[in-house]
């Protein structure tokens, strides 16, 4: 009887899990696959980028420390807080995602949201390069496979996108430089922050809502730090903080805050292999989003770049690597 009530209640308890999970997933999915196009329309090319990046960390840390108020793990957390842990664990990855964030913010604004989409997903190659490098963690022969494939659609990409026209700039160089590259380092960034992260959940036992803050207010002081002498610090000084804010502006930074949120719930939750579905379904969402906003079908490279990369990311999370069992 006791069997039969204890399995109950764990049916019950993964059936509540998997709601979570869908919900997260869904959630995710339609921020990831819209915050481009959000950005393009609601953030104005004279708004600093650096002003944008900090208030989406700000929120950060106001969403995390209400969500971790409201689970009750937030007095624990104050009450075991150390400035060398919180360094260790958070330090790095923080000032990282700073300098990716801001990357991230300039790319948006100079190239097409589908390829920045598509472009995006090669985080995924150096994700698989740094966990390796840092937790050893190996790859499958499918996996292997998948990021060549991937690697293949990025080149499509850059080729096709070198030669449009359609950004406001008749100056394919611009397009390259501004749009292309800082997406690309962006990339390369994320692979080592994730990396980084997974080393300090897996070691540190650092909880998703306590990395967020910890990050976000890190993030911050790097960011803050870098407007000393950076042009968008003069920008700051001279124009103020909100200079080319608009009501509208707001939208996508906290979207883009939730967002940031989400993505520790769905990998808390889920694992890896549903955020890779959620991601390719963000590559559906935001194809779909810009031919009915925009009006602009996609490119053909992108036709020819967007299978590939659906395909890709999902061998690289059907197949993962299982090592072999030694004979005895």
């Known amino acids: 009887m006791a069997s039969i009530k204890s399995k109950a209640i764990s049916s019950n308890n993964h059936s509540g899990d998997n709601s979570k999970v869908w919900f997260y997933s869904l959630l995710l999915t339609i921020q990831y696959g819209a915050q481009p196009l959000l950005t393009k329309r609601c953030i104005r090319q004279e708004v600093i980028v650096t002003s944008n990046v900090l208030a989406c960390e700000i929120i950060?840390?106001?969403?995390?420390?209400?969500?971790?108020?409201?689970?009750?793990?937030l007095n624990k957390a104050l009450k075991e807080w150390t400035l060398i842990g919180s360094l260790s664990a958070s330090g790095l990855p923080a000032a990282i995602y700073a300098v990716q964030n801001s990357l991230l913010q300039i790319s948006?604004?100079?190239?097409?949201?589908?390829?920045?989409?598509?472009?995006?997903?090669?985080?995924?190659?150096?994700?698989?390069?740094f966990t390796y490098i840092i937790l050893r963690q190996r790859q499958s022969i499918q996996q292997i496979g998948a990021l060549f494939i991937l690697i293949l659609a990025a080149v499509l990409l850059s080729i096709g996108e070198g030669s449009r026209k359609d950004y406001g700039s008749d100056d394919p160089d611009k397009v390259v430089l501004y749009g292309i590259i800082p997406v690309l380092i962006a990339s390369v960034l994320s692979g080592l922050a994730s990396a980084l992260c997974q080393w300090a959940s897996q070691v540190k036992k650092h909880s998703a809502y306590l990395m967020t803050v910890e990050m976000s207010l890190v993030g911050s002081l790097c960011l803050l730090a870098s407007t000393y002498k950076s042009?968008?610090?003069?920008?700051?000084?001279?124009?103020?903080?909100?200079?080319g804010w608009t009501p509208l502006t707001?939208?996508?930074?906290?979207?883009?805050?939730?967002?940031?949120?989400?993505?520790?719930?769905?990998?808390?939750?889920?694992?890896?292999?549903?955020?890779?579905f959620?991601?390719?379904?963000?590559?559906?969402?935001?194809?779909?989003l810009q031919f009915v906003f925009d009006g602009k079908p996609p490119s053909l490279f992108c036709l020819l770049?967007?299978?590939?990369?659906?395909?890709?990311?999902?061998?690289?999370?059907?197949?993962?690597?299982h090592a072999k069992k030694k004979e005895t």
């Open 250 to 276: 707001m939208i996508p930074v906290f979207i883009n805050a939730v967002g940031g949120i989400l993505v520790g719930l769905v990998t808390s939750y889920a694992g890896g292999v549903r955020k890779g």
């Open 108 to 129: 948006y604004k100079n190239l097409d949201s589908l390829t920045f989409s598509m472009l995006n997903q090669t985080k995924l190659i150096f994700t698989a390069l």
């Open 60 to 73: 950060k840390v106001i969403c995390g420390l209400v969500l971790m108020a409201k689970d009750g793990s």
């Open 231 to 243: 042009p968008d610090g003069e920008a700051m000084r001279q124009h103020g903080f909100f200079h």
């Open 305 to 321: 770049a967007l299978p590939l990369v659906m395909v890709s990311i999902s061998i690289y999370q059907k197949y993962p690597y």
């Open 278 to 288: 959620v991601i390719v379904s963000a590559l559906c969402v935001t194809a779909l």
